[in-house]
């Protein structure tokens, strides 16, 4: 079977500015415009057409997407030259063209930037590039092979021809040999893993019918997933190429004679397991592999989670498909969330009950929803919830779907929860989470933010509702498939006795976790669990214990600190072969306080974060009350900017579908947004005041 995946694609969508959907929804529009070359072109998002120029059909569009007659080319190794001809416009633009090459993975050649002069007339002009080792197997968005972007998505381009020359380089196989696969766990039974299977030139092979297909709503069914996401780092893989795929434990699939790299792994708590392998002509390699387990955090309580993911779910055979990629990284607790729009939802779920399964019934998956979505207030995850609920005329009314998800016993977040230029120093973000979260948090419907997010995590905003006194839990989501493979980013959560999805809510919810890619947190105040709270008089120790590990195969520990109401206290550095770091501190109580515990890995973007602790001294709230006014001013401002007469061009999220609703609905729900941006602004008023005032008394003294 041929697999699919959208990497480059969707690489290429970021790059030039487009918005794309969290978690993906077949949003391109396929154009009826074919050559014998040439089977399809799908325009993304669905902005496309056709039209005529002098005398020739056209295609035109801000981003367009090409499939390859398989009968010209298919799962290919060569040069190809590629021909275009487009028409030029009145000031000078550029192209850009990726395609399904045999790199270190789908979409990493480097892009073809291809320079276009102005022309008053707009005249066609052809220009031919050449696209080394193309592969050509259907890998990209909508089964394309490549994809080409013009410099604005407002300003579309226009092709008029498309042609390939092959190099017939490809070396053609007259001989073939097999492998045989079994993986078992560290108990000896059979266990789903993540493979990567690559020749000695790096390419990974097209797996067979035994790797587990998995859905991802850009292209429909996929055996090949790409690691990182946004990230080259995260998570950490020990080869170049990171196209993988899975399995149930056991595989077996025809080869070319040749050797070849194994790499097997199992989500962090496992080594990897890496070896040569040599598979010759008309014979079967066979590999036994039993995995090594480098830490057991489910035999001392914790159990890992992906807050926020997408994965579309039709029938109980999705189900069994999705099981098998959460067991082969090893997460207990999926947060597989349909998400929408004011226009419409996406990532449909034919069931919404939870489902339990896998060794000693430890797994589950639970359903959810990311929606309300919008780039004015954010992206509301809804968690542990039993019906999917929309209502468009109130879509900016987020409190009203966060106080039905609440009394129902559900769990309610801030997806993306991070402040791109303090945490990440760029401006990426593709909503003003802020604003939501500076609204909601004060009328206390907020459980949970998520620190480590896709294509940035941080804690400067988290920190801030911190300083503020509010108590909020930290998350992390993979935002899978635009996100790294499920379970790169995990929360992990102590649960008391035998393992039940409530309970690894209800621990959630009260701080009992921490968030990783990768680093294993403990942190203790006064022998307490992150997530308690101290209540203590001036002058009583506190004593912080904290200790921080990484799995080797992912790197060492360079850093742990002590975080207190955001400033580092004190940093555990040790040595650079060391894989763990541990933290002893002992400070007086002063005031209301919290502390939260920080690990860094020498790996760029390797990191975690622990729940707070919360310090009440004599009744003092845990405030940094110093800040107060600067933060709660910055609040304010931020939250008034939310009230106008109209929305700003493209504020909604997939504005080509859901921009003209957002207008529609817009005025009607002002006077109630407004109630609520002044409720807001008032508690914030009530904070400046009390905290002026504390510091008032403390200089009459």
Not at 111 to 137: C, H, M, N, V
Not at 314 to 335: C, I, K, P, T
Not at 619 to 637: C, D, L, M, N, T
């Amino acid at each position: 079977m041929k697999a699919k995946l959208a990497i480059f694609a969707l690489t290429a969508c970021m790059a030039a500015g487009h918005a794309l959907a969290d978690g993906l929804d077949p949003v391109g529009r396929k154009l009826d415009w074919h050559t014998e070359q040439v089977d399809d072109v799908v325009a993304f998002p669905k902005f496309g057409g056709k039209t005529m120029v002098e005398g020739k059909e056209c295609v035109t569009g801000s981003h367009l997407n090409f499939k390859i007659n398989d009968e010209l080319a298919f799962d290919i190794d060569e040069p190809v030259e590629v021909t275009i001809e487009t028409r030029l416009q009145p000031t000078p633009s550029r192209l850009t063209l990726m395609y399904d090459g045999n790199g270190l993975f789908p979409g990493a050649e480097p892009p073809k930037i291809i320079d276009l002069p102005a022309s008053a007339e707009g005249r066609l002009y052809r220009q031919t590039i050449t696209l080394e080792r193309a592969r050509f197997a259907n890998l990209g968005f909508q089964s394309a092979d490549l994809s080409i972007m013009g410099d604005r998505p407002d300003r579309p381009f226009t092709l008029c021809e498309l042609s390939i020359k092959r190099s017939y380089k490809t070396p053609i196989q007259t001989q073939f040999g097999r492998i045989a696969i079994e993986v078992t766990d560290e108990k000896g039974r059979k266990t789903p893993v993540r493979v990567g299977l690559y020749d000695k030139t790096g390419r990974l092979p097209l797996p067979g019918d035994e790797a587990v297909p998995l859905r991802n709503g850009a292209q429909g069914i996929t055996r090949i997933t790409e690691l990182g996401g946004f990230s080259r780092d995260v998570p950490v893989w020990p080869v170049a190429n990171r196209s993988v795929f899975y399995i149930d434990g056991s595989y077996q699939a025809r080869l070319a004679p040749g050797t070849y790299t194994l790499v097997i792994a199992k989500g962090p708590e496992y080594r990897l397991s890496q070896r040569t392998i040599t598979v010759s002509a008309d014979a079967t390699a066979t590999v036994q592999v039993q995995l090594d387990r480098w830490a057991d955090l489910p035999g001392k309580g914790w159990y890992s989670g992906d807050a926020h993911f997408h994965y579309p779910r039709d029938s109980a055979y999705d189900d069994r498909n999705l099981q098998l990629f959460l067991q082969g990284e090893d997460v207990h607790v999926a947060n597989d969330f349909q998400m929408g729009n004011i226009a419409k939802a996406y990532v449909p779920q034919y069931s919404w009950d939870p489902i339990r399964y896998g060794p000693d019934n430890a797994y589950a998956i639970v359903i959810g929803q990311e929606d309300p979505r919008t780039s004015l207030l954010g992206h509301v995850a809804h968690m542990n919830i039993r019906k999917p609920f929309r209502n468009p005329p109130h879509y900016l009314l987020y409190d009203e779907g966060m106080r039905r998800t609440r009394d129902a016993g559900g769990l309610v977040g801030y997806a993306h929860a991070v402040d791109p230029a303090r945490d990440c120093a760029a401006d990426i973000t593709h909503s003003d989470v802020a604003r939501g979260l500076a609204i909601d948090v004060p009328a206390g419907l907020v459980d949970y933010m998520e620190v480590l997010s896709i294509n940035c995590s941080g804690d400067s905003l988290w920190f801030d509702f911190l300083n503020l006194g509010y108590r909020l839990t930290p998350a992390a989501g993979t935002d899978y498939p635009v996100g790294p493979v499920l379970g790169s980013l995990r929360s992990y959560v102590r649960i008391e006795g035998e393992f039940d999805p409530p309970k690894w809510f209800d621990g959630l919810k009260k701080g009992r976790t921490f968030a990783t890619n990768g680093p294993m947190l403990e942190f203790t105040a006064n022998g307490q669990d992150m997530g308690s709270e101290l209540r203590l008089r001036a002058g009583q120790p506190i004593r912080i214990q904290a200790k921080a590990s990484l799995n080797p195969d992912m790197g060492t520990i360079i850093a742990l600190e002590l975080v207190e109401q955001g400033v580092v206290t004190k940093t555990a550095t040790p040595g650079a072969s060391v894989a763990e770091a541990t933290l002893d501190y002992v400070t007086p109580a002063r005031h209301g306080t919290w502390f939260v515990v920080r690990a860094r890995g020498a790996k760029p973007g390797v990191m975690a974060w622990s729940a707070p602790v919360y310090v009440s001294l004599d009744g003092q709230r845990s405030w940094k009350r110093e800040a107060v006014p600067a933060i709660a001013a910055a609040f304010k401002k931020r939250i008034l900017e939310a009230i106008r007469p109209a929305p700003l061009e493209d504020e909604a999220v997939e504005p080509f579908d859901a921009m003209a609703d957002m207008a529609r609905y817009w005025p009607a729900q002002q006077p109630a947004l407004t109630q609520r941006v002044r409720q807001a602004s008032a508690r914030y008023d009530a904070l400046i005041e009390q905290a002026d005032r504390l510091a008032e008394t403390s200089l009459s003294r």
